[in-house]
Every structure is written in C-alpha cells, then in structure tokens.
C-alpha cells in the first residue's frame, strides 16, 4: 500500500510564499499519479484546488499552483492572505485506487 | 448547479450494517466517475472507493470485503454499503464527484459511528 507523506505543518507570513510538498513511498510522483490538492478549514468539507498536477478549478484562487519538484508533487501559495489558514491534503491516483496524504496544517502569522 | 448531498449515517454497534447515499443534482452520476472518502474524527482524509462509468470499482484495504459500492441511475444516487462495521470505520463520509483525474464537488458528509 502506497504512503503519501507531508509537511505536518508550516508557518508563513501574510503577503508570503510557501510550497507544500507531497511524496510517494513507491519512488517518484510523476504526472501519471494526477496529484491533486484539496484545502479544508475547520468544521467544513475540503474543496478542491488542483488536479492533474497543475489544473485549477473554475472557483481556484490564481495564487493557488501546483507542480512536480524533485520528485515530488508541490503546492505553492504566493502572496499568501490570513484566509489560507487550513489544512491542506494531497491525493495521489496510485492503480485503480487513491491514496491521500496525511495533510498539511498551514498557519499564517 | 452542481450538489451532492450525503445521507444515512447513524450510530451503528460493531459488526452491523449501514447504507450510506449521496444524491446528485446538476449532473448524472453514471457519466462521472464517484467516490467515497471518509475522515475520522481529529484525523485526515482517507480514500475508501469508487466506481467508474462503467462499473468497475476499487476500494481501500481497509475495506476491501467488507463495503460495497453502487449507484441507482434512475435515482441518480450513489451508494456504499457497509457490513461488519468496526469501531475503526467511525468517520464522516463524504461522497464527491470525479472529473478529469480529480474530485470536484464534494458534499458535506454523513457521520457514522460504531460503537456499542
């Protein structure tokens, strides 16, 4: 069974930029995993942000992208707003299955 | 406008059963691949299944066996079916939308608990 594993958590300054990473124990995240990143807060559901490695969804903010880096998938957040606080979880297609990873407790201060 | 909604959770005692729907609107559940993914309390998001277009289905390990997944296109609804339920299978249940390689619309989740 593939692990997915992140950050735990990250800290970055309101206006900043942060990357968020997501890697496989089976080797290398390539685009034939489709990475996707899914924001969730407090109490609601997560809402998706990217899929495919790098698309974003009709409602997904522009500071929002998404990309492979040294073998893993990434999520960057560039001029980063108080409203990004939230936990921040990966999903990778691994055969016919899915498999997400722990998440990624994004704190802005 | 794209929804699905959740229902059938409940408090369930260890071994027993449970059927859990998702009810969709905007779209037709058969022409979209549709998962299940569940979060325990406190803890992150876990994949549990999903059935293509054309039928065929995956699960988790942790669940293989033991749910099963299905759809009624005259209802337009999605199913999971839940046996031997386990006090580890205590979670929100969310169902959510398949589309181009990434869940879309997610709903807001039905909890179960199992517990005696």
């Known amino acids: 069974q593939t692990v997915v594993t992140q950050e735990p958590s990250l800290t970055v300054s309101p206006g900043g930029t942060v990357a968020l990473t997501c890697a496989s124990s089976t080797g290398a995240v390539t685009f034939t995993n489709y990475p996707n990143w899914f924001q969730q807060k407090p109490g609601q559901a997560p809402r998706a942000l990217i899929y495919s490695t790098s698309n974003k969804h009709s409602w997904t903010p522009a500071r929002f992208s998404g990309s492979l880096l040294g073998g893993k998938a990434a999520l960057t957040l560039s001029g980063v707003q108080p409203e990004d606080e939230a936990e921040y979880y990966c999903l990778l297609y691994s055969g016919g299955g899915r498999v997400f990873g722990g998440g990624t407790k994004l704190t802005v201060l | 406008e794209v929804q699905v909604v959740e229902s059938g959770g409940g408090l369930v005692q260890p071994g027993g059963s449970l059927r859990l729907s998702c009810a969709a609107s905007?779209?037709?559940?058969?022409?979209?691949?549709m998962n299940w993914v569940r979060q325990a309390p406190g803890k992150g998001l876990e994949w549990v299944s999903v059935i293509y277009t054309g039928g065929t289905t995956y699960f988790a390990d942790s669940v293989k066996g033991r749910f099963t997944i299905s759809r009624d296109n005259s209802k337009n609804t999605l199913y999971l079916q839940m046996n031997s339920l386990r006090p580890e299978d205590t979670a929100v249940y969310y169902c959510?939308?398949?589309?181009?390689?990434?869940?879309?619309?997610w709903g807001q989740g039905t909890l179960v608990t199992v517990s005696s």
């Open positions: 905007g779209f037709t559940v058969s022409s979209y691949y």
């Open positions: 959510a939308r398949e589309l181009s390689s990434g869940p879309d619309y």
